[in-house]
């Protein structure tokens, strides 16, 4: 007697899922994600004592990253923007999302072992993925250095929030808040290390610890390694004791010093006065060298600068001073202006693309786990940046090759999209241009037709109405072909 066939369904993974996503971009990318094992750390490293019942305790903080990168301002976004799009979920391999308030409670239940499991996660997937690394070691073979600023930026918070204190909120007055300390690299835009601190903390007072934690990061362990990294640091955190304390470590310095007494003094010994650029305020200035220097525990070249009182006759003084024995004048005053267009606009950037100001948890470690999280949804975004600028790099570069008059049809195994050498500058000077917030919204968050087979990404279609569209399209071709994911724009 024959046996009766049963009949079963197909799995779920088999079937082939086409529906419309708001973050269609963001799915593209997220295979890319997944092969770089990039939340893998945080999975393997982070264990945070609660119970699981639906999702781990370290899901829940990639559901936060996520949420980031996909345009969440706080927490409880996640439950209109992430939790509703399933093909964002299936494209990072989950098939829901946790509620925003057992993500809350995971947040809350951290301890302080999980954050320093968090940063040597952080640290693990720094390791991997970073462009600063390389950066030095190019700055090693040409024998120069590379600059990395440092930062403190006030996030007002409640008067009951842990570590909440009345410090200096920029702009504000009887505020409380904490402090974030940031050190960034200018050239990558990477955030190289975060750290909270009471609102009563100053940029001296935390100086040494941050210098510490950058050395961790960037494995800075010989005098040799530390020669190549120019701190740029304002006057909070020029004391003559972090001055000596960076020179004895062997870093290079450009800092303004901290007292204004003292810039007062050594301004009379300045025998030239040179016009310079404005500042940020347009009032006129004038620098020139001190003749007779403040000493430090090596030698160091000060630069007075002068310009008018708001109010009142004379003049107000500051100094900057730099290891750079042979440094311009002009040189000089350009390049420490332009740190302030670097760590304070990043801050602003975050803020306003990323949400981060508007993130708040009452307890000190919760707030941690949170800056490091925006933390890594900050470099992550920036390494896709980097990844689609590097596609259309190539891009150009086989394009420019296949139309010379001598090129062959041999480009190697390495797919071309049809296109232009004009079109493939375009989308990179599109792409360089965008900053946090139009890069997160104009980016990551184009909507669109995503085809999901065998659980994995393999068709996204995007709107052809949005601006720029075709040169962002081209980029994600140039990037995602190679990984047998196609990109097309959909008829209307």
């Known amino acids: 007697m024959a046996k009766k066939r049963i009949k079963r369904n197909r799995k779920k993974s088999n079937r082939k899922i086409q529906a419309n996503s708001a973050h269609a971009s963001l799915c593209a990318l997220a295979p890319l994600i997944k092969g770089r094992q990039i939340f893998d750390h ?50 990072f391999g989950y098939q829901k999302c946790a509620d925003q308030s057992v993500i809350q409670d995971t947040l809350n239940a951290a301890r302080e ?16 993925n970073n462009l600063t690394v390389p950066l030095l070691k190019l700055a090693q073979r040409e024998e120069r250095m590379e600059t990395v600023d440092m930062d403190l930026s006030g996030m007002p918070a409640s008067k009951k929030s842990e570590g909440a204190e009345k410090g200096y909120f920029a702009g504000k007055r009887n505020i409380y808040g904490r402090q974030l300390a940031r050190v960034l690299v200018p050239k990558t835009q990477e955030i190289v290390t975060e750290s909270l601190y009471s609102g009563k903390k100053t940029s001296c007072k935390a100086f040494k610890d941050m210098v510490q934690k950058m050395e961790r990061t960037l494995s ?14 304002d006057g909070g955190f020029g004391t003559d004791e972090n001055i000596n304390y960076a020179l004895w470590r062997d870093y290079h310095l450009l800092v303004k010093m901290y007292s204004g007494n003292r810039a007062k003094v050594l301004a009379k010994s300045v025998q030239e006065w040179v016009d310079i650029s404005p500042g940020a305020d347009n009032r006129p200035r004038q620098a020139g060298w001190v003749s ?19 109010k009142g006759d004379g003049h107000k003084h500051s100094v900057l001073v730099t290891t750079d024995m042979n440094a311009d004048l002009h040189a000089t005053v350009s390049d420490y202006d332009g740190r302030s267009g670097v760590p304070e606009s990043t801050f602003c950037q975050d803020n306003q693309g990323l949400g981060n100001r508007k993130r708040r948890k009452r307890g000190f470690v919760a707030q941690q786990m949170l800056i490091l999280l925006t933390q890594l949804a900050h470099n992550l975004i920036r390494w896709m940046q980097n990844w689609l600028t ?103």
């Open 292 to 310: 007779a220097p403040h000493r430090y525990c090596r030698n160091t070249r000060q630069l007075a600068i002068r310009m008018p009182k708001k």
């Open 220 to 233: 800075l362990e010989t005098k040799a390694q530390r020669k190549l990294i120019r701190l740029r640091l």
């Open 113 to 128: 072992e999980n954050v320093q499991q968090l940063e040597s996660a952080l640290k693990a997937i720094w390791d991997g």
């Open 390 to 492: 590097k596609a259309m790099e190539r891009l150009a570069k086989h394009s420019a090759s296949a139309m010379s008059p001598s090129a062959t049809s041999s480009s190697g195994d390495w797919w071309v999209p049809a296109s232009t050498p004009s079109d493939a500058d375009l989308a990179i000077a599109t792409l360089n241009s965008f900053g946090m917030k139009r890069f997160v919204r104009q980016i990551l968050c184009l909507s669109g037709v995503v085809v999901v087979r065998k659980g994995k990404v393999r068709q996204v279609k995007f709107n052809p109405l949005y601006p720029l569209i075709s040169r962002i399209a081209i980029a994600f071709e140039a990037l995602l072909t190679p990984y047998g994911i196609a990109v097309s724009l959909y008829e209307i």
């Open 42 to 91: 945080i999975h393997q490293e982070v264990k945070i004592p609660q119970k699981k019942v639906d999702y781990s305790p370290s899901d829940k903080l990639v559901f936060v990253v996520i949420g980031i990168m996909s345009g969440c301002e706080a927490v409880f976004d996640l439950n209109q923007n992430l939790r509703v799009d399933k093909l964002l979920l299936r494209a």
